[in-house]
């Protein structure tokens, strides 16, 4: 699944309500008197949910065309994933773009659409370039360091759609969304460690996996999007917590994108199609909804992807179809 065919089919699910994850996989179609009941459903449960209060700071559009991800260096540089435009583009703590690195191709630091990023606490840059099957490492500056080339599994070519770093213990874990499953390198010789998961609707199973994210104790937080959960493994791939499932009510997902842990451990999952985020505690149970101060309702975000929580705690969020990346500062719950 390429980011030009996931682009695609964001697009047409937002014109015809019939997708629920890529071009690869559609479901039944769906009426547009359900699905409106069904995007307005967690809207109005506000009145009976917590939420969570953000704030806007900024946005991020300078040239951006439907931005898939976003990471924040510990000195406050932000990479923004533009890989419609075969791209990285870096912005200041103001939200000025700097600089941008990458063109379209095949070559060393060269990109086709890629889709995800992780930092690692030496501010090397791991970026998922799904069109080319691998992931590249660049220096803080956007020089080309050295790539992982993913194997395609039975014959079917890798999708590597998102990456994500534990300097711990010297590896990085790559998700590859066509052939359902998780790769872990050894960061240091770039070589395969051993992969979680296989195929299918069970544990430690998935359909279409997309974004990672680690949390302190550095388990892993696979969103599964067909599967519509987020599977938390621990380091050696054990099942750790099943979070969400299909639905339409709080603690549920339609097609859930993006994920985020902050300080408290709380889980922070964007819904691409039904435009929400929900808040999760440590243990995966459902604890709210990001909600605007000025409404007292549940936030709205145009296809809200690649989420990330930098160490201030200030949320930034992906908003492909917005051609932008909103960052917001939390600014206390409801009762």
Not at 53 to 59: E, L, N, Q, S
Not at 229 to 246: N, Y
Not at 313 to 329: G, T, W
Request: include cysteine.
């Amino acid at each position: 699944m390429s980011l030009k065919n996931t682009l695609d089919s964001e697009k047409e699910s937002s014109k015809s309500s019939s997708i629920l994850a890529g071009n690869k996989y559609k479901a039944p179609f769906l009426s547009f008197l359900f699905l409106s009941f069904i995007s307005l459903t967690i809207v109005t449960s506000a009145f009976s949910i917590r939420l969570v209060h953000v704030a806007p700071r900024f946005d991020l559009t300078d040239k951006l065309t439907m931005p898939s991800d976003v990471a924040v260096a510990r000195d406050g540089q932000i990479y923004v994933v533009d890989g419609v435009n075969h791209k990285v583009r870096t912005f200041n703590q103001k939200g000025e773009l700097i600089s941008s690195f990458g063109s379209k191709g095949s070559g060393d630091g060269e990109f086709s659409f890629p889709l995800g990023i992780d930092i690692d606490s030496s501010g090397r840059l791991y970026i998922a370039d799904s069109g080319n099957q691998r992931v590249q490492i660049f220096s803080p500056k956007g020089n080309f360091i050295a790539k992982v080339m993913i194997p395609p599994k039975k014959n079917h070519p890798a999708d590597p759609t998102d990456v994500v770093v534990d300097d711990s213990r010297n590896r990085c874990y790559i998700v590859d969304n066509d052939n359902h499953y998780v790769l872990a390198y050894d960061i240091s010789t770039r070589k395969l460690i051993r992969t979680y998961g296989t195929s299918g609707k069970g544990e430690v199973a998935f359909r279409y996996p997309f974004f990672i994210a680690l949390d302190k104790e550095k388990r892993l937080y696979i969103v599964d999007v067909i599967n519509t959960r987020v599977q938390v493994l621990s380091p050696d791939g054990q099942l750790v917590a099943i979070i969400g499932g299909w639905g339409v009510e709080k603690g549920e997902f339609f097609r859930p994108k993006g994920v985020a842990v902050d300080k408290k451990g709380r889980v922070y999952v964007s819904d691409s199609y039904l435009g929400v985020i929900q808040v999760f505690d440590s243990r995966g149970e459902f604890y709210a909804a990001l909600g605007d101060p000025q409404t007292g309702k549940v936030k709205k975000f145009k296809t809200p992807a690649g989420l990330f929580i930098d160490h201030n705690d200030n949320l930034y969020v992906a908003e492909m179809l917005a051609n932008k990346v909103s960052v917001y500062r939390t600014v206390g719950d409801s009762e």
